[in-house]
């Protein structure tokens, strides 16, 4: 009997797909290493804990030390303080030029748990949403933050849900909705689950559902989201909430690989056109930064 084994199908050779970023000039990642990042946001560059960033720095910490204004020092697994290293605003400003129309504005500044009010690469997204919406389409933003995807698809005309648990990060994005000059965004504080189980009873649908879940969090009643225990729920229900020829995107920060993600969509809508892979930022030393995992499915 013969033991041998076949030679990899095309398949087994598939390629990792990564997305950078295109059009930043007021963020730059400028180095990583060490178990953190340095990088610029308008006039400011600041340190924070990158748990990915395993490898050595490209440059060395005194370069570090004299170029960043403030660094995020972690005291606990969600917990730590800002270090000034010279004198920095209550918040600031920046912008994103997408390719038609005018630049998103984001109002940042140095929030409690490390961010700054913006994930820069999710502008890889923003641009792909400001080309696929359109006045007429109907988007979907849930766990949506500070609001980038809402504005991009807003910018080009759709109508935009915006669903978050926490109502001072909605505030937030209204702020960043009047600074970009844009108007009509529809705001839900709401348990993103129980919105998009009830968007399905009501028979409503979306021509784009973006989705961004955390691996925990907690609805504004004290619903608990835990992402492996209930992101299959999750995705069964937001598959019923996509028009025909409409997307998803999805992206998870932890935990979930490309392929888990695939193998969740392919088993609610098989005949999806799916692509998958890793959403990254490109440092000015070099090294290609991963921050996590990206879907992207248009359906028949
Ligand atoms: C990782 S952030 C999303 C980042 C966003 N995609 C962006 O690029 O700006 C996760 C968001 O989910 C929200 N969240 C956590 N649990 C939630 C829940 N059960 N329902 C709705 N939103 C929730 C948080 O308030 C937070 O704003």
Redesign the pocket.
């Known amino acids: 009997m013969s033991t041998a084994v076949s030679p990899p199908s095309s398949d087994d050779a598939h390629p990792l797909q990564r997305w950078f970023p295109q059009r930043w000039r007021d963020h730059e990642l400028l180095d990583s290493g060490a178990g953190a990042r340095l990088e610029r946001f308008g006039d400011l560059v600041l340190i924070r804990p990158e748990p990915h960033a395993i490898w050595e720095r490209g440059m060395d910490e005194a370069q570090w030390r004299r170029l960043s204004a403030a660094e995020f020092v972690p005291t606990g697994r969600a917990k730590g303080h800002w270090v000034p290293h010279q004198s920095v605003p209550d918040n600031w400003e920046i912008q994103y030029p997408l390719a038609k129309g005018n630049p998103l504005h984001f109002s940042l500044e140095l929030t409690r748990f490390k961010h700054v009010g913006?994930?820069p690469e999710?502008a890889a997204n923003w641009d792909w949403i400001a080309a696929k919406m359109g006045p007429g389409k109907r988007m979907l933003n849930?766990?949506?933050?500070?609001?980038?995807?809402s504005l991009a698809g807003r910018a080009a005309g759709a109508e935009v849900t915006h669903?978050?648990?926490?109502k001072q990060?909605v505030t937030w994005t209204r702020i960043n909705q009047d600074l970009s000059g844009l108007d009509g965004i529809r705001w839900c504080v709401?348990?993103?689950?129980k919105f998009s189980e009830r968007e399905v009873r009501r028979g409503n649908t979306y021509d784009l559902v973006v989705m961004?879940?955390?691996s925990w969090?907690?609805?504004p009643k004290g619903?608990k989201?835990k992402l492996e225990e209930q992101v299959l729920r999750l995705v069964s229900a937001t598959a019923q909430l996509i028009a025909p020829g409409g997307s998803v995107i999805m992206?998870t920060?932890s935990g979930l690989s490309p392929s888990t993600l695939e193998n969740l969509w392919r088993s609610v809508l098989p005949e999806a056109h799916i692509d998958s892979g890793e959403l990254c930022l490109r440092s000015g030393t070099g090294q290609v930064l991963p921050t996590g995992s990206l879907l992207r499915l248009t359906r028949p």
């Open positions: 913006i994930f999710q849930l766990f949506a933050y500070t609001g980038g995807a669903v978050d648990a926490i990060v709401e348990d993103a689950l961004d879940p955390p969090g907690l609805g619903e989201w992206n920060y």
